[in-house]
């Protein structure tokens, strides 16, 4: 069993920063792909980005280019998502997630990811 954690969270104003993070415990997380989810209320869970298990390969979404650096360190077994330029509209409850390697072509779709955090909440606002 794998165990994720999110933390990083918070409130921020428009244009500011969050740095999330993502730690892993019980099965080497390091073969695992991660990806970042995002829900806002009355929506639906949506991929923000993904990184490959040597980090080499990284995709986001079209709304957060540019603006967010995913990146994963896993001798600490520890994925991060950066965000700048924070805007209202990425107000949302923020999800880790790990999934196989073979999963990697499509890793912007919750499904088939089988282990996830339990959020951290994100609110961008003055």
């Known amino acids: 069993q794998l165990q994720l954690v999110e933390s990083g969270g918070g409130l921020v104003q428009p244009g500011g920063s969050l740095t999330l993070s993502c730690t892993a415990s019980?099965?080497?997380?390091?073969?695992?792909?991660i990806g970042w989810f995002r829900q806002a209320p009355g929506k639906e869970r949506e991929g923000v980005s993904c990184i490959s298990t040597g980090g080499a390969w990284t995709k986001y979404a079209d709304s957060v280019k540019g603006r967010f650096t995913i990146y994963r360190d896993n001798a600490k077994h520890t994925a991060y998502l950066q965000m700048n330029s924070l805007k209202p509209e990425d107000t949302a409850v923020y999800f880790c997630?790990?999934?196989?390697?073979?999963?990697?072509?499509?890793?912007?779709?919750?499904?088939?990811?089988?282990?996830w955090g339990q959020g951290t909440q994100v609110t961008v606002s003055s």
């Open positions: 019980g099965l080497v997380s390091d073969y695992h792909i």
């Open positions: 997630a790990a999934a196989a390697p073979n999963l990697l072509s499509n890793c912007m779709g919750p499904s088939g990811y089988a282990y």
